[in-house]
């Protein structure tokens, strides 16, 4: 079985700030983890995903997130927040490598302080 | 190319009634999932489609069923509506069932 733990529901951080979202995950087997963002009344969109070739991945909008299967964790962060940053955003796991099929965590909320 | 069209984007039902929701899948994709995204929850996955075949199935009960048509395109059904049944519903369409999802919008739906 699968799942993924988003730790903090709300996150605040301040324009030009680092931006880190926690996310842990259970999985039987090697799992495949993404990060997606949801802004307000609009579907999903991919930021990035960890399917083996690399610990370290980079996404779209100066995101990128490592894989540490010490930890079973696959955080996500920004070295610099910007306001067009706040959204929701969703860890999810999956057996399936380009992401069939996903097991979203709850969520957390990025706010952008001006 | 045209991205993945769900409608209505808001309905709204009262309980014991029956809907049906629509998704057009992206041009050249043969395979839509669908998700219930409760208020304050994370997308849970409902079911897949693949060529016409339902191809994995999540913990919802049967009053939810689906189909998809000969042009991919896939309609959610849900029975006997329930007050918990009030979501977002989220389709997604991919080129095979194991490839890269690409979500609409989704359908505001909610249950009185």
């Known amino acids: 079985a699968q799942s993924v733990t988003q730790l903090g529901s709300h996150v605040s951080v301040s324009e030009g700030a680092l931006v880190l979202l926690r996310c842990n995950y259970s999985?039987?087997?090697?799992?495949?983890l993404f990060w997606y963002v949801q802004y307000p009344n609009q579907g999903l969109q991919l930021l990035l995903k960890?399917?083996?070739?690399?610990?370290l991945v980079k996404g779209i909008n100066g995101f990128e997130a490592e894989f540490k299967k010490s930890e079973t964790s696959f955080h996500l962060t920004k070295p610099s927040a910007h306001m067009s940053d706040a959204a929701e955003y969703f860890c999810?796991?999956?057996?399936?490598?380009?992401?069939?099929?996903?097991?979203f965590g709850q969520g957390t909320e990025l706010s952008v302080k001006p | 190319e045209t991205g993945v069209t769900q409608s209505p984007t808001h309905l709204i039902k009262t309980r014991g009634q029956q809907v049906t929701l629509r998704c057009s899948s992206q041009?050249?994709?043969?395979?839509v999932s669908w998700y219930q995204q409760a208020l304050g929850q994370g997308p849970q996955f409902i079911f897949q489609y693949y060529r016409e075949e339902e191809n994995g199935r999540g913990n919802f009960p049967p009053r939810f069923s689906g189909l998809q048509f000969p042009n991919y395109s896939s309609e959610l059904n849900v029975n006997a509506l329930e007050l918990d049944d009030s979501a977002l519903y989220l389709c997604?369409?991919?080129?095979?069932?194991?490839?890269?999802?690409?979500f609409g919008n989704g359908t505001r739906l909610t249950v009185t």
């Open positions: 999810a796991v999956s057996v399936y490598n380009q992401g069939g099929k996903l097991i």
């Open positions: 041009s050249g994709h043969n395979t």
């Open positions: 997604a369409s991919s080129e095979g069932s194991n490839s890269p999802l690409h």
């Open positions: 999985s039987s087997v090697p799992p495949y």
């Open positions: 960890y399917t083996s070739a690399a610990t």
